[in-house]
């Protein structure tokens, strides 16, 4: 008969060092996160969880800092698939005479469900446990998203023109609502209204939207002032700027998560605080497109909720939150002209507890607090590029690559051990990669 006093649990993993996010900017040298089942149970003293737990497992990470799932905030990631074949061209040349035609050409489920399978193991690889997904197929993206173990809220899209989802905006509305009732009570899939852009949607189609998304409940997860033409554009045909036109319609609330948003005034980032607004900001891509500089430290000054994104590979092109949240850091010191804008532990939030904030998840994962999800990876630091290490959260965000991360949990789940993926087939998925290049130089050549 056992005489051990200590408390079962499924595992332990020690770590030099937590990065807990909440409280705020602290760091906990030699602790332990202790998990029981899908959720944290507690965060103590190694020595101390050591005489209170009696774990399965004991995951040592002596010379790793552990700290939560990084959370991309807005990403398109079938298109993963497209990645570098239209790169060094602005956003509407880009986008009308490269990325429609081709997704015109192939989009498939089977595009959809490889592309996010891909992206699944990308962002694995560099610490991303979660994404706030906006893409065609929102059945084929559960359904993968779900077998995969990975936690995404999947946007429910729509656009005023025909697509090989939906034919006609009924369409749109009636199988995305279908979807969403299929997975209502998911573990690790939620959902969003994914309206693609002001200048794609109707008056009619965002009312529609702004009433069923206070009925359910939902984020609206648009791109909003992503370039100067698209504010021209909207002044020609509507008399309003888009954001202006969207509070007309009753969508500028706590339920917005707005993309991009490098066109904005004062007035703008007021309104945008006072109503709960969150903001996806896209560093990476909207310089890689020319788009412009969001004023992300005008808005967190403001108390706009600030979340950081990666946007689609064909864009971007990667899923590398690290670099991200990096670029997001000093991008914000120099569009501020303040070497002080977006410190380390605010950028770290962003892409953590700020980014699940905005996407409806900031009670279950973003922080490392007892009783929520246990959504965490682990971060070596003992490489040559992080040494000598003096403050942990500094040295996550501006001198840390993604190679570094060395294991993700997903509601408990490890999902990469040893930096190796679990349950995924790479060769096959390499495979499948490549057949989709062919694919897509067939009917693009020179791509």
């Known amino acids: 008969m056992s005489t051990d006093a200590r408390t079962p649990c499924d595992e332990v993993i020690e770590a030099g060092w937590i990065v807990p996010v909440v409280p705020h900017g602290v760091v906990l ?21 050591q005489a209170r737990y009696a774990p399965r497992l004991t995951t040592a990470r002596p010379d790793s800092v552990l700290l939560p799932g990084l ?26 005479e490269h990325v429609w035609p081709i997704e015109a050409a192939v989009m498939s489920p089977a595009f959809i469900a490889d592309g996010c399978e891909l992206a699944v193991a990308e962002m694995l690889r560099g610490g991303t446990t979660c994404c706030n997904e906006n893409y065609f197929f929102p059945d084929v993206q559960a359904a993968t998203y779900r077998r995969l173990g990975f936690r995404a809220v999947v ?40 309206p693609h852009a002001p200048y794609t949607v109707s008056d009619a189609s965002f009312g529609r939207i702004r009433v069923l998304a206070e009925q359910l409940d939902l984020p609206v997860h648009v791109h909003v002032h992503e370039t100067a033409q698209e504010i021209e554009d909207s002044l020609a045909q509507h008399g309003q700027r888009p954001l202006a036109r969207m ?10 998560v707005a993309v991009h948003m490098t066109q904005l005034t004062p007035a703008e980032i007021a309104l945008c605080a006072e109503r709960g607004v969150s903001v996806a900001h896209c560093p990476q891509s909207n310089l890689k497109l020319a788009s412009g500089f969001c004023p992300a430290e005008a808005l967190r000054r403001a108390g706009v909720n600030l979340a950081i994104g990666t946007d689609g590979c064909a864009s971007n092109n990667d899923l590398d939150m690290f670099d991200e949240m990096r670029c997001a850091a000093l991008l914000a010191k120099g569009v501020a002209g303040d070497a002080t804008a977006m410190d380390a532990a605010s950028a770290l939030r962003a892409a953590t507890l700020d980014g699940a904030r905005a996407i409806g998840l900031g009670e279950r994962i973003g922080s490392l607090e007892p009783g929520k999800q246990a959504d965490f990876i682990c971060v070596a630091m003992d490489a040559i590029e992080t040494q000598p290490m003096y403050h942990a959260i500094s040295q996550l965000v501006y001198a840390t690559g993604r190679q570094q991360v060395r294991d993700a949990w997903i509601a408990g789940r490890r999902k990469l051990a040893d930096g190796v993926l679990v349950d995924m087939d ?10 989709w290049r062919a694919r897509i130089a067939a009917v693009r050549p020179g791509v």
């Open 71 to 96: 959370v991309n905030a807005h990403t398109h990631n079938p298109m993963i698939l497209m990645r570098g074949v239209a790169d060094d061209l602005a956003l509407m040349p880009w986008l009308t």
């Open 247 to 256: 509070d007309r319609l009753g969508l500028v609330n706590e339920r917005l």
């Open 426 to 435: 790479v060769a096959s998925l390499l495979t499948r990669a490549g057949d």
């Open 155 to 194: 946007g429910l899209p729509f656009i005023e023109f025909p697509s090989a989802w939906a034919a006609t905006p009924a369409e749109y509305f009636d199988k995305g609502l279908e979807v969403r009732d299929n997975y209502r009570n998911d573990a690790l899939v939620s959902f969003s209204f994914a």
């Open 29 to 49: 040298a030699d602790h332990a996160l202790v998990v029981d089942g899908d959720r944290i149970t507690a965060i103590l003293p190694r020595a101390e969880a």
